[in-house]
């Protein structure tokens, strides 16, 4: 059975980064492709990135796009959300989930996903 395991969420303030980590256990994240979401209060979970199995392709939404980047190691079965300049849109729990699709920025494409860790951008 596949476990997620998220961490590096936290409290930050505008202009602030954080990185967020998901680790791997169970299952090789070699052969899956990855991915990055996050539902705000009251919203629905959306797409924030993915980053195909062979680290060759990654994707983004517009919102993030030139803020956020998405990496892995493999060795260590761990995908990265690095996240700088932001913003309190960006608050919500973010969620790491794992896809036998090359790569998807639909969330009903992922197979198993983390519990969550919440980011909170204050202004």
């Known amino acids: 059975q596949v476990q997620l395991v998220e961490s590096g969420g936290g409290y930050v303030q505008t202009g602030g980064s954080l990185r967020l980590s998901c680790a791997a256990s169970?299952?090789?994240?070699?052969?899956?492709?990855m991915g990055w979401f996050r539902q705000a209060p009251g919203k629905e979970r959306e797409f924030v990135a993915a980053?195909?199995?062979?680290?060759?392709?990654?994707y983004y939404a517009d919102s993030v796009k030139g803020r956020f980047a998405i990496s892995r190691d493999n060795a260590k079965s761990t995908v990265y959300l690095q996240m700088n300049s932001l913003k309190p849109e960006d608050t919500a729990v973010y969620y790491c989930?794992?896809?036998?699709?090359?790569?998807?920025?639909?969330?009903?494409?992922?197979?198993?996903w983390g519990q969550g860790t919440q980011v909170t951008v204050s202004s």
């Open positions: 989930a794992g896809t036998t699709y090359q790569s998807s920025t639909f969330a009903s494409h992922y197979n198993y």
């Open positions: 169970g299952r090789l994240l070699s052969t899956d492709a």
């Open positions: 980053i195909s199995r062979s680290v060759t392709r990654t």
